[in-house]
């Protein structure tokens, strides 16, 4: 969505929810509605919810979790009855994010191991998700602001849904991240002029609009700092 600015999230819960018993390490979980047609959504981990009525777009900041297996499962709002879930590993000192994606009549949990440990001196990391079931494969820019796309090669070229980059560690300052149908030059979603400082990560999520389809939006979520 051309000159749409990214969303910085807000809390989805307002409290930190301890799964399983205490830990002096506890790993971390972050939970993301990413799915543009399923309603609200509780999610459970274990039998503990963990986050209520959560709408679309949205996402949680980290939930401290005790080391081991759990399983992430996913209800409509309200609801007791999974639509998907999965069961995780946790290690200790590990941060995890956790993405309901796809349409809802093909739901399914994307479970990311995160990298939060910090970036070199001066530079920020950047991670990018393909989490749009109605866009095919699609290449991605990360660039000065204003620069021609026409002139540039893709960072990211052939990104298909569900696909997770690699951190891209680069020199703090502003940027803007386009994302275009792999092969073309037409931009369907547009950061617009993002100011990132030096010891920053961030993961950038394509999305649907809500319900679905075009236009496509994108959604940051703020891992550190």
Not at 12 to 33: E, K, N, Y
Not at 108 to 120: G, R, V
Request: aromatic residues 4%; contains cysteine; hydrophobic residues 40%.
């Amino acid at each position: 969505m051309k000159n749409s600015k990214l969303l910085l999230l807000a809390a989805m819960a307002s409290f930190l929810f301890t799964i399983g018993c205490g830990s002096d390490a506890p790993a971390r979980l972050r939970v993301v509605h990413a799915s543009p047609d399923a309603p609200n959504v509780d999610v459970y981990v274990d039998s503990n919810v963990v986050a209520q009525n959560v709408p679309y777009a949205t996402a949680s900041q980290y939930l401290d979790a005790s080391s081991g297996t759990h399983t992430i499962k996913i209800t409509p709002a309200g609801s007791t009855t999974a639509v998907t879930s999965l069961s995780q590993n946790f290690s200790s000192k590990t941060d995890y994010t956790a993405l309901a994606v796809g349409d809802v009549s093909n739901i399914s949990i994307l479970a990311l191991q995160d990298d939060n440990t910090a970036p070199a001196s001066g530079q920020i990391k950047l991670r990018v998700v393909h989490a749009s079931p109605s866009a095919g494969p699609v290449d991605i820019y990360v660039t000065a602001p204003g620069t021609d796309i026409n002139t540039e090669t893709p960072t990211l070229t052939n990104v298909p849904f569900k696909g997770v980059s690699q951190y891209l560690a680069v020199p703090a300052g502003s940027y803007e991240v386009r994302v275009t149908p792999t092969g073309t030059k037409i931009v369907a979603i547009d950061s617009g002029t993002v100011a990132l400082s030096a010891g920053q990560i961030r993961t950038a999520v394509a999305l649907d609009a809500a319900g679905g389809g075009t236009p496509l939006q994108a959604i940051v979520l703020a891992d550190l700092n």
